[in-house]
């Protein structure tokens, strides 16, 4: 029996009979069992879902439906498929970890109720590198990312963007490499390492490691980088994240005026993570 068995089992051990509780004792203890479910809900769905994704090949993914606590009503998931006898990203026969299935195909698709950002759907779903690079702040640092995506091997960038009806602003680039390697070598850790980014992105001021977000939503195969904004801080409050998944690196951004909520990114983040892993 696995742990999360173990701890669904039914204790079937006979308790000695208690008299029952007083109507204002009840009224009490119905809102505690409330909230204990609703933690116990959240925290089973999210390891199930977790688990479910990274265990399936190609076939249909959950989207996480709960918004009771400020997360997204994402709609199911699906991997796209993947060309005959190709292997995954992170498997053994796979050393350049390449993605086969087509890049726009694994970008997330947008929640309910938001408006998509169509300036980043690129001609024929490709985005210009010059919109990607626009994101940051200062010249010297657009022009020094372009030469090292040069040198890097880009090939090519795929993105999606939207805004929910709280005015959060999401967008995710997706920048394709020849070889997983070479996202390590110019990008993972080096302009993007553990404590603030090399690059500042457009409108941002202290920008640090984002330790309260949870070790346990990582999902096999993508390795994090994850930023948070810290006060003071302008108008607007940026979350930011960097996958390096196989020969791929995801580019995270979420923007809000006053808070961005921290529920929402790490969700968009994970379900992105599962797509790529």
Do not use: C
């Not at 086969?100 to 024929?124: Q, W």
């Amino acid at each position: 029996m696995t742990e999360q068995q173990q701890a669904l089992a039914v204790d079937t051990t006979e308790e000695p009979v208690q008299e029952p509780p007083a109507p204002e004792d009840r009224r009490v203890l119905r809102a505690v069992l409330r909230w204990t479910a609703a933690v116990a809900v959240f925290a089973v769905a999210g390891a199930g879902t977790a688990y479910g994704i990274t265990r399936m090949e190609r076939t249909d993914v959950p989207g996480l439906a709960t918004r009771s606590d400020g997360r997204w009503d994402y709609p199911p998931l699906t991997k796209p498929p993947l060309p005959s006898g190709s292997p995954g990203p992170a498997a053994e026969s796979n050393p350049a970890g390449t993605h086969h299935a087509d890049l726009r195909a694994l970008l997330l698709p947008l929640p309910k109720g938001a408006k998509e950002n169509e300036a980043l759907r690129g001609a024929d779903g490709w985005l210009p590198t010059a919109e990607f690079l626009t994101e940051f702040a200062e010249r010297t640092d657009r022009e020094e990312l372009r030469q090292r995506l040069v040198d890097g091997g880009l090939r090519h960038i795929a993105a999606r963007g939207w805004t929910t009806r709280d005015g959060t602003r999401t967008r995710i680039y997706l920048l394709r490499f020849d070889t997983a390697a070479m996202v390590k070598r110019h990008f993972h850790g080096v302009i993007f390492p553990y404590h603030s980014p090399v690059h500042r992105v457009r409108g941002t001021e202290h920008v640090v490691n984002d330790e309260d977000f949870p070790a346990a939503a990582e999902v096999t195969g993508v390795q994090p980088v994850i930023y948070d904004e810290t006060a003071p801080r302008g108008a607007e409050h940026d979350r930011q994240a960097y996958l390096a998944a196989g020969d791929v690196l995801a580019v995270v951004l979420q923007s809000r005026k006053g808070t961005a909520h921290a529920v929402p990114f790490q969700q968009t983040v994970v379900l992105q993570s599962q797509l790529l892993g």
